[in-house]
């Protein structure tokens, strides 16, 4: 993208922000509703993303000769890597 367009591009949303009605009550109640869905998006992802990966993580970190299973196990399962001997 050129510099011009950028330019351009950065002024538009200025003036469309220094335009928008802060006073009006839809639009507040519309922000804070937006950040209320942000914040309840992040909890979400943190409990069933964030949690299982770093499990996965750490299983598959795991160096002693008590590992949970193999990381081939996770990376087949996960990636959907399938071998012939595996397979079966």
Known sequence: MKE??????????FVGIYY??????????SGLEAFMMLEDYAHHH???????AFFIAGVMGLKKTA???AIIVVLSTIAGISYG????
Request: glycine content about 2%; some cysteine.
């Open 67 to 69: 590992t949970f299973c």
């Open 4 to 13: 011009r367009y950028k330019l351009l591009l950065l002024v538009l949303t």
């Open 46 to 52: 943190v409990l069933t993303c964030l949690v299982p």
């Open 20 to 29: 928008i009605p802060w006073d009006s009550e839809a639009i507040r109640r």
């Open 85 to 88: 001997w595996l397979a079966g």
